[in-house]
Each structure stands twice: as structure tokens, then as C-alpha cells.
Nanobody, 127 residues
């Protein structure tokens, strides 16, 4: 059974940091990309960062570049999102998603059923 479980969300003040964790099971590293996505209230889901299992390449969205980073353990059964210098605009539900390498991240945003998802973890940043 393929499963993703996120943790690490919470309420913080502007400028503080959080590290989100996503524990995956049932996935073969070389076949999948694992990404972090977020959805703020009333807005569409957007991607934040992702890591490709075949070559460990990482990608960070422009909106968070320089503040967020993504990393995983060697087996990619735990993927982290390090979030520094948090801002109120970062407030959202954060989701971990895994999808086959045949898809790109825009495919998965348009067709969420292409991927597997965790239940999400809430991040709230207060001024």
C-alpha cells in the first residue's frame, strides 16, 4: 500500500522556521518524484518544491526560493521541507505528493489523481 504521512506543521511568528517531514511507504525511489505543495484558503494548490527519485535533482518555486529547501534520505522514504524566514503569505495547508516520473508537476496539479497524497499539515504564520 502506498502511503504518505506529513508532520511538522504549526503556528509560528514571521521570520521563524519550520521543517516539515513526509514519510512515504510503498514507493520505489527510482520511479517517483516527491513534491511539496500548498493550498491557502480560497486559492488553488501550488507546488513549492520537488525532488526527483531517479537523479535526486531538486526544484524550488520562485515564490519561496532562497527561503525553502527540500531534501530526502537516501532511500527517499522521508522527504523534508525546510522553511526559513516564514511570511504570512506562507500560511497554507502543506501537502506531500508522490507521482510517477512520467508526469511533470503541472500534470499533477491539473490532475491530482495522477499522484498519491498525504493528509496535509497546516502552517500558520502570524505577523
Amino acid at each position: 500500500e502506498r502511503k504518505l504521512v506529513e508532520s511538522g506543521g504549526g503556528s509560528v511568528q514571521v521570520g521563524e522556521s519550520l521543517r516539515l517531514s513526509c514519510v512515504l511507504s510503498g514507493f520505489r525511489k527510482d520511479d517517483y518524484t516527491v513534491g511539496w505543495f500548498r493550498q491557502a484558503s480560497g486559492k488553488e494548490r501550488e507546488w513549492v518544491a520537488y525532488i526527483k527519485g531517479d537523479d535526486d535533482s531538486t526544484y524550488i518555486a520562485d515564490s519561496v526560493k532562497g527561503r525553502f529547501s527540500i531534501a530526502s534520505n537516501n532511500a527517499m522514504n522521508t522527504v523534508y521541507l525546510q522553511m526559513n524566514n516564514l511570511k504570512p503569505d506562507d500560511t497554507a495547508a502543506y501537502f506531500c505528493g508522490a507521482y510517477n516520473l512520467i508526469w511533470n508537476i503541472q500534470d499533477v496539479l491539473k490532475n491530482p489523481n495522477f499522484g498519491y497524497w498525504g493528509q496535509g499539515t497546516q502552517v500558520t504564520v502570524s505577523a
